[in-house]
Structures are given as C-alpha cells and as structure tokens.
C-alpha cells in the first residue's frame, strides 16, 4: 500500500479538497483507495454527506488503547464511499489525541500501527492532516511514504513555505524515514496575474520540490464538496476532475504513450529543455493584449558606442535614431498567438514542415479542421474569428502534435504534456 499525507500548517490551502478527490480519482481509476481523516475538524466525512450523528466509531478508536477505552480495528470504522473509495473517519473527539497520549512511549506510531490491516485491502492510503505540525501530524509522517505540501496560488501562500518545508525536514529526519516531499500548486486563476506571478516563483525557488500537476481554481469543485460529493461523482466532465485524474496519474507514474521517445521526434532531453523554458516563462512581458512574451533586453556593451573626451572621460556617443516600425511590420515579426482586432492571429515558423495546423477547444480538437498557410518557406499564419473567453490549443507540425513554442502561456493536460492557451478579448 502507498501512503500519502496531505500537510500544510495554513489553512484554506486546499488539503481537505485534494484529499477527497486524490482518494476519489485514484478509485476511480481502478485502484483501491483508503482516505484517512486525521484532521478533528472531520471535514472529509462532511464533503462526502456522511451523516455526523450515524458515525459511532472513528479513527481515533484505532489509535487508543484498551486503558483508554473500546479499541476498534480499522475496518470497524472504515465508511464504503464509492467503488474502491472508503473512508475512516473522524470528529472533535480526536482533537483529545494529543493529551490522552503525551509522555506515552511509542505515541507517534499509534497511526503506523492501525494501518497495518490496510496494506492487505488498499493499494493507496490517502492522510488528511490537520492544519497544524504536532503529535497528529507526525503520526502521519511516520505511516506515510511521501508527503504533499497543497499550496494557494495566492499573496500570502508563499510566506511561511520555507519554513514549512524546512520544518517537515526535521520532522522527517526525527521519523528515521526517506519520505519525498512535494509541492501542489493549488486554486490556481490563470487569468489573475499574481496567480501567474507567484507559480513562477514556485518554479523558481522550490523547482526540486514542485509537482508538474496544478489544480486549477473551479468552482465546480466548491459545488462539489457543498453537495457531499467527489468531484468524480458530481461532474466527471469538468476543470477539476482533469486536473485531479492529471495529479492521480502523475503519481502513478503515468506516461502517455505519445510522450515515448521516437526516431522523428525530438530527444526526451529537448524536450523537457523546451517545456522547463515554458514554465520559467509564464510571467514574462506579452506582445499586445494577447500574444507571446517578447523579450525587452538593454542593449549589450557589444552594440554601444563610447568614445574618450580631451579631459580623458569616456561617454558613450549618440547613435542614429531607429526608425518606428508600423503596427503591420510588427505583426509580421511576431511569432506566437496574438488577437488583432477581432481576429485571433497565429504564426509560426518550422522551416521543413508540409503542412501546419491548429488544434484546439474551438475546432474540437480536429487536426486537420484548421490549417495554417505559408505565403513563404517556413513561416506559418491563420487567423480565426472566436468568442471572448479562454481557449487551448496545439499545433500539429505534419501529423505530430506539439506546443507552440512561441506561446509561453500553457498548462499540463491530462495526458502529462504541455497545452497552450489563449484568452480572447
């Protein structure tokens, strides 16, 4: 059986959602899952509609001994959610754990020691922590094998992170165990710029913890939750169910068969150098409203000009005004994905390339429905008339599907690989 804890010390980060839906995907994909609330609150009975006043036995009566009360084994109080879905779960009663069992030996492996019956039954056990590093939490270190660290891609997520991280370090030090730590970047609003601004961050400063799967922000999960119900259940259709079947699979170590090394396709190693280009880039200064980012460098010492004066201070000369390019001679320069006026333009430029398309939300992702014309070797252009709202989209380069290297603006989809995005005005 695979343990995962779900920590974080703030709250309203995501980690009772990405819980349930974790636990409810990876049942849904066939695989047995145990969700575990060790959180007091009980939130995870409360998103699955299971009725408080019916709940007799908890997760805590695992976790006593007799000198304490009735002990039960887990599959006393273990709740049959969905096919391969279970839950064990808890209430205000567990918030006593810390109390009952302090100064006792062997009080951090109460939770270790109730999961053993487990391992037989489930292929996947699924912690939820509550929102504070004490003897609860570290019980759950102790039975887990890995540790995911929910983060809002908010102002206040990244403050305290550091010493998050470093504090599950010393905790995981004290377990005696090898437990991997990730970041999941979670209610992530593309359309927000801070949103933007502080997953750049995530990928830059905690690159070697960060997972490659995001939650994005949909209210279809909130909906969700306040109807009791897995977002696997409620709508199996939307935003936050492929986000969490990406996140489910990601850890399974799932790769596409389309992701697999090919003779005409480029290297596994080019083409991860493209993608982490992508990511780091999120952020960057777009060309126009909506476009790829363009690179404002300062002019380099190369293409200065200095010259000495007769008191021997070196300034640099004036040099010859650059001519103003006309808004048609940038639009011919540029590279990408931008909308001009009420159209949407695409180019792009592959020098050996027969024949170039556009794939994506608004042909149904059709291969063949949107080709692009060159007017001269090598570079690529088309242009649609599509609705205000976000769309994405891929370019398919003579039959094999790519992203669109000029378009810095993509998301993971379900099949682990990179699709670009564009918002319409």
Partial sequence: MRTIAIINQKGGCGKTTTSINLAACLARLGHKTLLVDMDPQGHCGVGLAVPEDQIERTIYDTLIEPCDGKVASLPDVVWQIATDFDLAPSNIQLAAFEQVFAGRPGREDRLLKALDPAHNIYSWCIIDCPPSVGLITFNALRACDEVIVPVETGFFSLHGLTKMLETLEVLRDKCGKD?????????????????????????????????????????????????????????????????????????????????????????????????????????????????????????????????????????????????????????????????????????AHFDEAQQVAVAG??????????????????????????????????????GKWVTDPNNNYVEVNQFGELNNVVEVE
């Fill in 179 to 347: 437990i991997q730590v990730r970041i999941l970047p979670t209610q992530y609003d593309t359309r927000t710029k801070l949103a933007r601004e502080v997953l750049a961050e995530l990928r830059a400063k905690f690159r070697d913890y960060l997972m490659q799967s995001t939650i994005n922000f949909n209210t279809k999960l909130k909906e969700a939750a306040s109807f009791g119900q897995p977002i696997t259940e409620y709508d199996p259709g939307s935003r936050g169910y492929k986000d969490f079947v990406n996140l489910a699979r990601e850890l399974m170590g799932h790769r596409p068969v389309e992701m697999e090394l090919q003779p005409d396709r480029l290297s596994r190693p080019a083409e991860l150098v493209q993608r982490a280009k992508q990511l780091a880039q999120l952020t960057n200064v777009q060309f126009g409203r909506v476009g790829a980012p363009v690179a404002l460098a300062e002019p380099s010492l190369e293409t200065q000009s200095f010259a000495e004066r007769p008191d021997g201070m070196v300034v640099q000369q004036e040099q010859p005004a650059v001519p103003q390019k006309t808004t048609e001679q940038k639009i011919e320069e540029f590279y990408g994905v931008k909308q001009v006026g009420g159209e949407v333009l695409f180019r």
């Fill in 361 to 398: 939300d608004f042909n149904n992702w059709s291969p063949t429905a949107t080709p692009m014309d060159s007017s001269d070797r090598g570079n690529w252009r088309m242009k649609l008339s599509l609705k205000p709202g976000r769309y994405r989209y891929r370019l398919v380069v003579d």
